[in-house]
C-alpha cells in the first residue's frame, strides 16, 4: 500500500480544547470544524489530526476509547478488493461520502479502526463549507 497522507482521529468528548491544544502548540492549522468533528493539518508535514464525538446520530460509533488511523492511497478499490480477498473483515463496505472520500473501514487486532479513503469531489454543500474556512486562512 503507497500512502499519500496519514491522520490521525482522536474519538473525544473535548473538540475544542484539543483543537486548541493542537493548534497553539503545534501549529497546526484548521481546515474543518462542525459540532461533531474537527480537521487540523500539518504546516509542514503531510499529516492530519482530526477529532471526532464518539457518537452521532448520522454517523458511526466510535466507543471513545483508542485511535482511529486514516491513510489516504491512491486507489482505494483495489485496497479495498486486495484486502477483502485476504479475509480482512470489512466494517463499513465502501461508501461515497459528502465531504470528498471514497472509503472504507476495517479494525486491526487490537479495535483500532482504519479508515482508507481516497479524495473525491465534495458535495457543492461541503465545498461551500471547506471554501469559506480557506477564505479565513
Known amino acids: 500500500m503507497k500512502f499519500t497522507r496519514v491522520d490521525a482521529t482522536i474519538s473525544t ?5 484539543s483543537k486548541e491544544f493542537y493548534m497553539d502548540h503545534f501549529g497546526f492549522q484548521l481546515v474543518y470544524e462542525s459540532d461533531w468533528y474537527i480537521e487540523l493539518v500539518g504546516t509542514e ?3 492530519g ?3 471526532t464525538l464518539p457518537q452521532r446520530e448520522a454517523g458511526e460509533y466510535f466507543n471513545g476509547k483508542g485511535l482511529i488511523l486514516s491513510f489516504e ?4 478499490d483495489s ?4 484486502l477483502k480477498a485476504e479475509g480482512v473483515p470489512i466494517l463499513q463496505e465502501m461508501q461515497n461520502k459528502p465531504w ?12 483500532v479502526h482504519l479508515y482508507i479513503y481516497k479524495s473525491i469531489p465534495a ?5 461551500e463549507i471547506y471554501e469559506s474556512f ?3 486562512a
Open 45 to 47: 508535514i503531510p499529516a
Open 100 to 111: 470528498g472520500e471514497r472509503s472504507f473501514v476495517v479494525d486491526d487486532p487490537n479495535g
Open 79 to 82: 485496497e479495498y478488493a486486495r
Open 134 to 136: 480557506q477564505k479565513k
Open 13 to 17: 468528548n473535548k473538540l475544542i480544547e
Open 73 to 76: 492511497v491512491a486507489d482505494v
Open 123 to 127: 458535495t457543492p454543500e461541503y465545498q
Open 49 to 51: 489530526i482530526s477529532f
